[in-house]
């Protein structure tokens, strides 16, 4: 049975932002709650260090560690394998005492799905997977609105295009990457019906999100073909587009986390925005939630209304066009727009 809880312990996603810039007194207070939590996150592949996907869920976990006083361990996962492997690696961090155990990516749907049946008094959470086969009495799935925050990436890459030509590039084409397409698409031809938006996929496997080789060969494709502003939504490849963008003097797009300031300094310059996704919010949460004895469970929705999905304004490439993007966003928030999730 499925519960649906929307912010279930948190007065907004918005509040749990700000939490997470440090406050001395809440630090304090929870330390002794957390006590007896240990949280534990199961990469994606390309793990803590993709500036990207799995960063944005590792400063959760680090911010846990360090205002509410939990035990964490992480563990990442490999090319090419299988669901049997992946399950395994859920029940060794079981084995390991880890009370709270966080499967980054949808990869993970069947692996939760089954480590949750087996170990029913732990929790599990896993981000960006509502299907059937992670769902559990004992399990948080944390999703996000990627299709309302692409929406904004895609309308300011149409405004700051002077080609009026941009390009897509997805890790693999899958419905969770499908829903960055759809946005950005949107968001784009809101602004310029006519726009030419160039679409390619990286890889038929998880492969896709940790190539940079790859993602820099297709953004040079696409610059090649005119186009001068480039979205991806490939994880760790994204590096690569960063570079043929640097290498063509033309733009980018980061995404998940506000890449003109985790990407590789000699390219944060060619990013003009990224959207961001708020994984670190939603595992701060999860495990907030269960040091306070109220631990998540169900359909977990994080969207442009409560904070869940932004964009990012870094460096000032955007500046004159953001009263545009805001009134987009309000009228999305306001119903007047709909935005297709494929």
Do not use: W
Not at 126 to 155: K, P, T
Not at 220 to 226: A, C, F, H, P, R
Not at 299 to 326: A, M, P, Q, R
Request: glycine share 12%; aromatic share 6%; proline share 1%.
């Amino acid at each position: 049975m499925r519960h649906t809880v929307k912010a279930a312990s948190i007065v907004s996603v918005a509040a749990l932002a700000l939490s997470a810039c440090g406050g001395s007194d809440s630090t304090e207070e929870s330390s002794d709650s957390g006590s007896d939590v240990k949280a534990c996150l199961a990469y994606d592949v390309g793990g803590r260090g993709d500036q990207s996907f799995n960063d944005s869920a590792a400063k959760g976990l680090d911010q846990a560690k360090d205002e509410l006083g939990v035990d964490t361990e992480e563990v990442e996962a490999s090319q090419g394998e299988n669901d049997a492997a992946r399950e395994d690696r859920l029940n060794q961090l079981v084995d390991a005492g880890c009370t709270n155990v966080i499967g980054v990516g949808y990869i993970y749907a069947k692996a939760i799905g089954g480590a949750a049946e087996a170990n029913p008094d732990v929790n599990f959470a896993i981000i960006d997977d509502a299907s059937a086969d992670s769902e559990g009495d004992n399990v948080a799935q944390l999703v996000f609105a990627e299709h309302e925050g692409s929406f904004l990436v895609g309308a300011a890459a149409a405004l700051k295009s002077k080609s009026g030509k941009v390009g897509f590039i997805g890790g693999t084409d899958v419905p969770l990457i499908n829903k960055f397409e759809a946005g950005f698409k949107a968001g784009a031809k809101a602004v310029d019906p006519k726009i030419d938006i160039q679409t390619k996929y990286l890889a038929a496997d998880g492969s896709g999100f940790a190539d940079p080789a790859k993602g820099k060969t297709a953004a040079e494709g696409m610059y090649d073909k005119g186009a001068d502003v480039i979205y991806h939504a490939a994880g760790g490849s994204g590096a690569g587009v960063f570079e043929a963008a640097k290498a063509n003097k033309k733009s980018a797009i980061g995404v998940d986390s506000d890449q003109a300031k985790t990407a590789e300094k000699n390219v944060q310059d060619v990013i003009i925005t990224s959207m961001v996704k708020n994984v670190n919010v939603a595992v701060f949460d999860y495990i907030k939630a269960s040091t306070e004895g109220e631990a998540l469970a169900g359909l977990n929705e994080f969207d442009l209304k409560d904070g869940g999905v932004s964009y990012s304004t870094t460096g000032g490439k955007i500046d004159d066009i953001t009263d545009k993007l805001d009134t987009y966003k309000k009228e999305i928030i306001d119903g007047k727009i709909t935005v297709p999730s494929k």
